[in-house]
């Protein structure tokens, strides 16, 4: 999921206060990265 993609999937959670199927949660998100980064 690239830059562009995250964005727009943070302001469709932010419009439905849903999580959809192809958009993972934020805060999964981060923590992967912050793994990424750090591993």
């Keep these: ?9 943070l302001s469709y959670l932010q419009k439905t206060a849903k ?3 192809w958009c993972p949660n ?5 923590n992967n990265e ?3 980064f750090h591993a």
Aim: a negative charge.
């Design 19 to 21: 999580l959809s199927t």
């Design 26 to 30: 934020p805060a999964t998100i981060i």
């Design 1 to 9: 999921m690239n830059v562009e993609e995250l964005n727009f999937c």
């Design 34 to 36: 912050l793994e990424y």
